[in-house]
């Protein structure tokens, strides 16, 4: 099967300008500019109540924008209703008629569009093909798995061969490894279709595994926007650096560290400080800065220790089969692995470190 018979064309830049949106008085989406790359996948990522899902009901026109502008291919969209804006959309809950068939649920948007008979048949094939469902067609909902009914749901959006695809959280009702399967068959369907996707979730693995660029919200504002390899390197921001990464990163004011460890190996600063390095970062090494160890977790492949340098605790990530000894640890890290922050702002302070 060929997919350029399902979507023929390429995705539709996306345009978000100073966007706006406030609820009894919150400001659920607060001054937003974001450009969205046609036949991207970015995904907008932050934790519960950060406006993500709002952004992605005004790119819809489900809600209606307080302030800026909304721009799809360059046209302005902003006032028009969400059936004039030629994309699809895909929620947490599948919203299937339980009463169809799955091949009727797939072909609904289209037959109320009055499609032709035959073309709704070729369209049919097709994205069951694509997507797997061709032996189910004649099953109800009910008689599927959690991930044939998301495949149903992506089905019913595919088929309609919209050049924007909007999908709000998909996946959170799936179990690990279903949620593992899909994230992998998203991706290449929308590299194999070329639609624009626009994708929400707070779960920073999708993100990462997923997303051409990753916008990080919170409370309604954009905190970084990148690739997720760019973000994890390089956070824009204290928020960023603790979001990002599992476990996250360590924060720590850089008068208390120095004054706990003199021979600490840090970046030179000035003023008020923090300090940020990956737990992954920090080696156990003989010369390094004293640690007291405070708890270990052992996780398999991988052992998080929990210690003190100082008043200061410190997250050290080491492999699981390297277990350490006594209740002292000596730290290292390399130089050009630490992060700085400005306490005030919570925002990245560059260094020629990290340039070299």
């Known amino acids: 099967m060929s997919s350029s018979r399902l979507f023929n064309g390429s995705g539709e830049a996306i345009s978000l300008q100073n966007l706006q949106k406030g609820w009894g008085g919150i400001r659920a989406v607060d001054g937003i500019d974001l450009e969205i790359d046609a036949g991207s996948f970015t995904v907008l990522l932050g934790p519960s109540g950060c406006g993500k899902s709002t952004t992605l009901r005004l790119i819809a026109g489900l809600d209606e924008v307080d302030g800026g502008r909304i721009l799809i291919g360059g046209k302005d969209v902003t006032d028009q209703p969400a059936s004039s804006r030629d994309l699809s959309m895909v929620f947490q809950s599948y919203a299937l008629f339980p009463h169809l068939s799955v091949a009727e649920n797939i072909i609904f948007g ?40 998301q495949r149903v749901a992506l089905g019913r959006a595919i088929i309609s061969e919209r050049p924007i695809c909007l999908m709000d959280e998909p996946l959170s009702n799936l179990d690990a490894k279903l949620r593992h399967d899909m994230r992998v068959e998203l991706r290449e369907l929308q590299t194999k279709l070329g639609f624009t996707m626009v994708y929400v979730t707070h779960d920073q693995i999708e993100a990462i595994s997923m997303a051409d660029k990753v916008v990080l919200l919170n409370e309604g504002k954009i905190e970084d926007a990148a690739t997720a390899q760019e973000i994890y390197e390089h956070p824009a921001s204290v928020f960023t650096a603790k979001f990002m990464g599992t476990p996250p990163m360590n924060i720590m004011p850089a008068a208390e560290l120095l004054r706990a460890a003199p021979n600490a190996p840090l970046p030179p600063f000035s003023g008020e400080t923090l300090v940020g390095i990956r737990p992954e970062s920090i080696r156990l090494e003989d010369g390094g800065v004293k640690a007291k160890i405070h708890n270990i977790e052992y996780l398999g492949a991988d052992t998080l220790i929990d210690c003190r340098i100082g008043d200061t605790a410190c997250l050290v990530r080491v492999s699981g089969d390297i277990p350490p000894s006594g209740d002292v640890l000596s730290l290292t890290w390399p130089i050009e692995k630490v992060h700085l922050f400005d306490v005030a702002s919570g925002k990245r302070i560059d260094t020629a470190y990290e340039k070299e």
Do not use: W
């Open 110 to 149: 289209l037959k109320v569009r009055r499609v032709g008979r035959a073309e709704c048949e070729q369209r049919l094939q097709d994205t069951a093909d694509l997507l797997g469902l061709s032996n189910f067609l004649d099953r109800r909902p009910s008689q599927l798995s959690g991930g044939q009914q």
